[in-house]
């Protein structure tokens, strides 16, 4: 029996479950598209993040080959299709330089209050705690990075899916994550805020799902995550209660 098999695990996404991923989002559409004072940037970036995950789906994932060598491309459709739903024509080099943008100040992270406590409150009561995020593995890991959390998780549990070879909402990628750390996916809770990757997916697998909806988004479809939290605070008492 692996020494892992019946401790409680706990992995995070990473991108707008970790930290506030609208803000690189708001900032590069201002600088480049100087919208309107009521442009909706929320909805706006709901719908950047759907076409980036339908347009890396179409190219094989992160990992795949197509996926590499046309990457760039799809960065900049994603914010054309986006903002075009919201009355902003982008040219190609308005969507590229958009993006430079947006990856300019994607490394300057702030946390999400009293996340970096709760993965370090769950490190010292004795947990399995990880990230799982979709994502090339450099951008990523440069973003995990920025947020200096080598000191809550070791290397061994950053799994990015351009490593990996699966993406999310892939069933595979958790088993892969279960495999590694010799965990169980009884015994396994995902904490995610997208509902097609991280809840339908960790469902798929038999994790235990934590919903971070703390945009109070609706959901898409007829799965139900197990639980559901929009702070911090309520995430760490729903773990509290269950771990």
Not at 10 to 21: A, I, R
Not at 35 to 55: C, G, Q, V
Not at 80 to 93: K, W
Not at 168 to 173: H, L, T, V
Request: net charge negative.
């Amino acid at each position: 029996m692996h020494l892992n098999e019946h401790k409680k695990a706990v992995f995070f996404d990473v991108d707008d479950t970790l930290y506030d991923h609208l803000t690189p989002f708001r900032r590069a559409v201002d600088e480049i598209a100087h919208p309107a004072a009521d442009f909706p940037y929320e909805a706006a970036y709901h719908r950047m993040r759907y076409y980036s995950d339908i347009l890396s789906l179409e190219l094989g994932g992160a990992g795949s080959q197509q996926y590499e060598e046309t990457v760039e491309e799809m960065r900049r459709r994603r914010f054309q299709l986006a903002l075009q739903e919201f009355g902003i024509e982008l040219s190609s080099d308005q969507a590229k330089r958009m993006q430079a943008a947006y990856i300019g100040c994607q490394y300057d992270i702030q946390m999400f209050a009293r996340a970096r406590e709760l993965l370090k409150q769950l490190a010292d009561d004795g947990h399995i705690i990880g990230l799982i995020t979709n994502g090339p593995l450099e951008h990523q890991m440069n973003k995990i990075a920025a947020m200096n959390l080598g000191d809550i998780i070791p290397d061994e549990r950053l799994f990015v899916s351009g490593a990996v070879g699966w993406d999310k909402p892939d069933a595979r990628i958790f088993a892969y994550v279960n495999e590694k750390t010799g965990t169980r996916p009884e015994n396994s809770f995902y904490v995610g805020d997208s509902w097609r990757n991280d809840v339908i997916g960790a469902l798929n697998a038999g994790w235990h799902v934590i919903w971070f909806n703390h945009r109070r988004a609706k959901p898409e479809s007829e799965h139900t995550p197990h639980y559901t939290a929009t702070s911090y605070e309520e995430l760490g008492e729903i773990l509290k209660a269950r771990l």
